[in-house]
């Protein structure tokens, strides 16, 4: 069992981890950008640490902030909550090299199934169905042509996504052209990487988590 659990995350998500945490008597400590210095985590966690400025890239994505962080307060483990560097290989890595446990999969787990067009590969290669899509798409022309062939509507996707973040519907190839930049921008900023593919969009579906 962890002493203390440090959540490498913010908003709704931390405050789930530390109320679970908190049943489970764990100490919980909760990390925060400038910007983030008076939401609930901080103030329902039982430590809090400073971890930079509002820029996600500056704080929450920043491995070396939140190892350092953990090393701080003594935390032995790490929740990463879902999207910022939940799927991210390199932190599970740093936080091993660290001596600290990494709640959730292996870095070779990550790397396999953390990008989604690698999984999307991987589950093609296995005979799982899939909805009809594109491989990484090397720039909105790409995307309109792949569009094209799937037929809209289709979901303009990040392929480091997480939590929902970095998707958007796309109707046309006008809403396809207008969204792609953008899409792009906001994957960079929340994950590091601008990767993105097209997927089918299925308006009437069960959404089963595994």
Known sequence: MFQKVLIAN???????????????GIASVAVYSEADRHSLHVEQADEAVLIGPPPA????????SL????????????HPG?????????????CAEEGIVFIGPTPEQIRAFGLKHTARSIAAQNGVPLLPGTELLGGAGEALRGAATIGYPVM????????????????SEAELAEGFEAVQRLSKASFGTGGMYLEKFVSQAR???V
């Not at 890239?57 to 491995?63: E, G, P, V």
């Not at 879902?82 to 740093?94: H, K, Q, T």
């Open 10 to 24: 913010r908003g709704a998500i931390a405050c789930r981890i530390i109320r679970t945490l908190r049943s489970m």
């Open 57 to 64: 890239a500056q704080s929450y994505l920043s491995i070396s």
């Open 67 to 78: 190892i350092a962080a953990a090393r701080k307060t003594g935390a032995n483990a790490i």
């Open 82 to 94: 879902y999207g910022f560097l939940s799927e991210n290989a390199g932190f599970a890595e740093a």
């Open 156 to 171: 303009l996707k990040s392929t480091a996504g997480g939590g929902g973040i970095g998707m958007r519907l796309c109707h």
């Open 207 to 209: 959404h089963i988590e």
